[in-house]
Each structure stands twice: as C-alpha cells, then as structure tokens.
C-alpha cells in the first residue's frame, strides 16, 4: 500500500510534466535494510496546484527532491520514518544546507527539498538518513536545466 501511493506520487508527476517513465525515471538505492528511492527534478514540473499543497515553489531555476525510505527486510517494505538532513554541491564546491519536509499521507511517508540551481548545472546531493542507530549517506548527482 506505502509503495503503492509513492508510486502514485510519481506516477502523478509523470502525468503532469508529460513526461514518459523512461525520460524521468525515479531511482532506488539498498542501503542496509533500507531501500531509499529518490527523485530530483526541476519545480516547473509540478502544478500549481500540486505546489501550493505540499507547501513548495515553482521557478526555472528551483529544483525539488523527493525522498521515500522503505524497509526491504520486511513484507511489503512498509514505509520508515527517519530523519533527513544533508546538503547539496554546486561544481563550484560551494555547499547549500538542505530543510526537509516530512509528509505522511497515509501509509506513505516521503521528504521533500527544494534548492536552486543554474541553467545546465550539474548539482551534487549528499543525503544523511538516521533512524536510532542505523544511519546511511545517500550521494548522487543531477544534471538542472531552466525550462
């Protein structure tokens, strides 16, 4: 059910920015009994609608994450409530602290970002998840274009 509305959360991204799953795939990462699926992508995505709810901007030049931690030891990977903080490198080594958002709709929990980024950069993201005395870092990077 938890991974059922996450899934519907992208899904409903997709739908809105018109785009296939292929060209704005979600990813997953194992992190010890973890399974961390997140997603980056630019704010223009987002309806207006979508944005005023979950209390976030939309600009060109604003990208939004998107982060749901899972419990893959257990049946049906139930969602986990953890904490998330981390920040975010631009090519130019300069860091941005990055506040996460906690959202819980139903069984589905997911924490949301949002940072700025400029045309055709490439931001590096470095996510700490805690929960008790598990912890794991997240690192990846993303390419941000303006639309």
Same mark, same amino acid.
């Given at each position: 059910?938890?991974?059922?509305?996450?899934?519907?959360? @992208?899904?409903? @991204?997709f739908i809105v920015a018109g785009f296939s799953p292929a060209s704005f795939a979600e990813q997953s990462k194992r992190l010890g009994a973890w399974e961390v699926h997140y997603?980056?992508?630019?704010?223009?995505?987002?309806?207006a609608e979508m944005a005023s709810q979950y209390g976030l901007s939309r600009s060109e030049?604003?990208?939004t994450l998107n982060i749901s931690v899972l419990n893959a030891n257990l049946p049906n990977k139930p969602a986990q409530q953890v904490e @998330?903080?981390?920040? @975010?490198?631009n090519p130019l080594s300069q860091q941005t602290r990055l506040e996460f958002k906690e959202v819980i709709e139903g069984?589905?929990?997911?924490?949301?970002?949002?940072?700025?980024?400029t045309n055709l950069e490439?931001?590096?993201?470095?996510?700490?998840?805690?929960?008790?005395?598990?912890s794991h870092e997240l690192r990846f990077h993303k390419e941000f274009w303006a639309n």
């Open positions: 059910m938890k991974k059922l509305m996450l899934l519907g959360v @992208v899904a409903l @991204v997603n980056a992508f630019n704010s223009t995505l987002l309806r030049t604003l990208a @998330v903080s981390g920040y @975010v490198m069984d589905a929990v997911y924490y949301l970002t949002q940072t700025r980024f490439t931001l590096r993201f470095f996510i700490t998840i805690k929960q008790g005395n598990e």
